[in-house]
């Protein structure tokens, strides 16, 4: 659900009807986090980062992805990640960074088309039926509004007969495409369902990538970065020349955020804070704004805080531990 196209969020080992006896939360699954899950008999191990990213052709041990899902196999223990999709919300990675840098007023940076329209043709006899089955799965779903969708009456022939029948159109989210499909098929009257589904432009505004905020009070540059290297645990903070403004406007991003640096630059931001950016990109900055790349595994490490906090307010019958092992690879002399 709203992960994007490259990425391989989800169920990467285990069976999903396995009963969770402990669950382990981290940012990396590696070999260390297996045993420290092993150690707490967690069998689930919760990570941001996928652990397979793209398709293994053989399981020898030769690297350190091939031999975490060895051992993850072996001990029956299921590995599970949230991506991309949890970067894609307005509770998820870049709203617990804004929580951290005690930004007020966010909203998303750059907003995503997510809706879809379907259109249907019925006998006008059982168009309340699939509206309503639709419905069901909140279908018709639109911004505030709900159980929203347009039906034309015409004349349409059906074995070479004529008589009454329907166009329904609703829109969805895309992230219940499934469910939508299924509920069509459950109330159409045959099995051979006639549907298009097309994409709506229109932007939803808690789903995209990053976020922007707004400080309490403006702070000047180098004080809101050395606030910055302080409350990230930064090793280092990389950043463009300052200058000599005030911060008032502060656009994020967790993990490699450099695509969203125009967006951040026309919504009025007077820094950035992602991470990954190369040293070319650093030129983009073109006195505009300040670039302040942190460090990848810094700008996502409290998303194991946000993982304990949507599971302890859903769930209360296994143990949730947050990782003791730092997974960063990356260290600083």
Same mark, same amino acid.
Do not use: W
């Given at each position: ?82 991506? +991309? ?55 018709? +779903? ?8 347009? +039906? ?78 302080? +409350? ?102």
């Amino acid at each position: 659900m709203y992960q994007e196209s490259y990425d391989n969020a989800g169920l990467i080992t285990g069976n999903s009807q396995s009963k969770i006896t402990g669950v382990l939360l981290c940012l990396d699954s590696t070999e260390a986090v297996l045993d420290e899950a092993i150690k707490k008999k967690c069998n689930l191990v919760i990570a941001h980062h996928p652990i397979v990213f793209r398709g293994l052709k053989r399981f020898t041990g030769r690297n350190y992805v091939e031999r975490v899902i060895i051992k993850a196999i072996k001990n029956d223990i299921a590995i599970y990640a949230a991506h +991309t999709n949890l970067d894609n919300v307005h509770n998820g990675v870049n709203a617990k960074i804004c929580e951290k840098l005690g930004l007020k007023d966010t909203r998303i940076l750059s907003p995503k088309p997510t809706l879809k329209k379907l259109q249907t043709y019925a006998p006008v006899q059982v168009v309340e039926a699939i509206r309503a089955s639709i419905f069901n799965v909140d279908g018709g +779903t639109y911004s505030q509004f709900e159980n929203m969708s347009f +039906t034309t009456l015409g004349v349409g022939t059906i074995n070479g007969q004529s008589g009454a029948q329907s166009k329904i159109e609703l829109v969805f989210d895309e992230a219940n495409e499934r469910q939508i499909l299924q509920a069509l098929h459950d109330a159409y009257p045959s099995e051979d369902v006639p549907y298009d589904i097309l994409k709506v432009e229109n932007k939803q505004a808690n789903i995209g990538s990053g976020m922007i905020g707004t400080l309490p009070r403006a702070e000047t540059e180098a004080a809101f970065l050395k606030k910055l290297k302080n +409350t990230m645990k930064a090793g280092c903070v990389r950043h463009t020349a300052l200058l000599k403004k005030s911060v008032k406007t502060v656009a994020v991003c967790g993990g490699s955020g450099g695509f969203l640096l125009p967006q951040a630059i026309r919504q009025g931001a007077d820094i950035f804070v992602t991470a990954d950016y190369k040293y070319h990109d650093f030129f983009d900055a073109d006195g505009r704004i300040v670039i302040a790349d942190i460090g990848h595994y810094e700008s996502e490490q409290f998303t194991i805080e946000l993982f304990n906090e949507f599971l302890t307010q859903k769930f209360n019958t296994f143990a949730v531990y947050l990782t003791k092992v730092n997974t960063n690879p990356v260290n600083y002399l």
